[in-house]
C-alpha cells in the first residue's frame, strides 16, 4: 500500500479540529499534527515536514498575523476549509466528508487502496450447509432474482474471501463487487477470491451479466452500469468522485439500472464509500448489513455507513454469510408452490 500523504490540521476551534481530524484520518490519510494558530511550532512549517496543511478559523479577522505568517512561511500548500463539520450523527456528514476527501484528493491525491501485494492465507471457513430448498444452478440461468452488492476497501479482500468461503453451493444470488484497488491487481483479486469458492468469479466486462452463482468484480478504470435483464456495459467514463471503483455509484447503478439491488454488505474499509447511497436505497427496502468493527482490519467504511442508521446487521464475514444463506432460504421457501 502507497503511504499516505501527510496533512496537518489547524483550527481555532478544538471541536471543529478533532471533527477535520478525525475525519481526514479516516480517509487513509495521516493526521501529523492537530493545533490551534497560537500554538503552531515553526518545524511544522518547514519543507517536507508534511504534504498539506487544512486550515479553519472561524475569525479570521483575528487571525490575520497568523495568516500573513502562514502563507508566508508554510512550505506546504493551505486548503481552507469554508464551513462548521457537521456531527458525524447528521444526515449531511456524508456527503461533507465527501466533500472535503474530493478536495485532499486534488491536492495530494487519493488515499491507500489495496494492492494485495501479500494476501493472508487463513484456512478455508467451514461452508453453511446447502439447504434443501436450493436447487442445482443452471449454467446460463436466466437473470438473477436478487443482486448484492459487496463494498470493500482496506482489508476487503479477506473479509470478503472469508465471506465468499462460507457460501455454500447454489446459493441463488448474484453478488457485485465494489472493491477500492489497485487496477493491476484485478485479476489477481479474482484468482484469490474463487480459489475455495463456489462462485463464479470474474471482473465486468460489456458482455457480462448477472446471474445466481456468480460474482461480478467491478473494474477500476471506469464505471459500469446494468440493465433490466442483467447485461453489464463498460460506460467508458471514470467513476464519480474519489473512489475507484465507486461503492455508493455501484449501489445506485444496480438499483436504478437492473431495477432492485437485494441487499449491500459493508465490509473492511478506510472512508465513507456507501454512506450516502445506502441510505437512500434502505428506505426504499434494500436490506443493508456491514461487518463488525472488531472482526476489520480498518473499521472507517462500514462504521461510516453504520452511523447512518440503516444497517440492520453488523457480523463477522462468516456471521453475515450465514445470515445471508437463513434469509435467502426463507425467501425461496416462501415462493415456492
Known sequence: MAAPGRVGVIADDTLQGHLLAAAIKGQGYRV??????????????????LDLWVVDLSREDRWQPFLD??????AAPLLF????????????YPRWERR????????????????????????????TPRPREFQPLADGEGVAERVWVLGASLGGPAAVKQFLDALPPHLPVAFVLAQHIDAGF???????????????????D???RLGHGRLLVAPVSESIEFDRDG????????????YAPSIDQVLHNVAGGFGGCAGAILFSGMGNDGAIAAPRLAAD???????????????????????????????????????LVERVRREVAVAAP
Open 32 to 49: 501529523l499534527v492537530s493545533t490551534a494558530p497560537d500554538s503552531l511550532e515553526d518545524r511544522w512549517l518547514e519543507e517536507g515536514a
Open 69 to 74: 505568517r502562514l502563507l508566508e512561511q508554510a
Open 81 to 92: 476549509c469554508d464551513g462548521q463539520a457537521p456531527a458525524r450523527t447528521a444526515s449531511h
Open 100 to 127: 472535503l476527501v474530493t478536495k485532499l484528493v486534488d491536492y495530494i491525491g487519493k488515499p491507500a487502496v489495496e494492492r494485495l501485494d501479500t494476501v493472508p492465507r487463513v484456512p478455508a471457513p467451514a461452508p
Open 186 to 204: 484485478l485479476d489477481t483479486l479474482c484468482q484469490v477470491l474463487r480459489r475455495d469458492s463456489r462462485l463464479d468469479c470474474q471482473v465486468a
Open 206 to 208: 460489456t458482455g457480462s
Open 231 to 242: 447485461g453489464v456495459r463498460l460506460t467508458g467514463e471514470p467513476w464519480e468522485g474519489p
Open 285 to 323: 427496502g434494500t436490506t443493508v448489513w456491514a461487518q463488525t468493527a472488531d472482526s476489520c482490519a480498518v473499521s472507517s467504511q462500514p462504521d461510516a455507513v453504520r452511523e447512518t442508521g440503516c444497517v440492520s446487521y453488523s457480523g463477522t464475514p462468516e456471521q453475515l454469510a450465514r445470515q
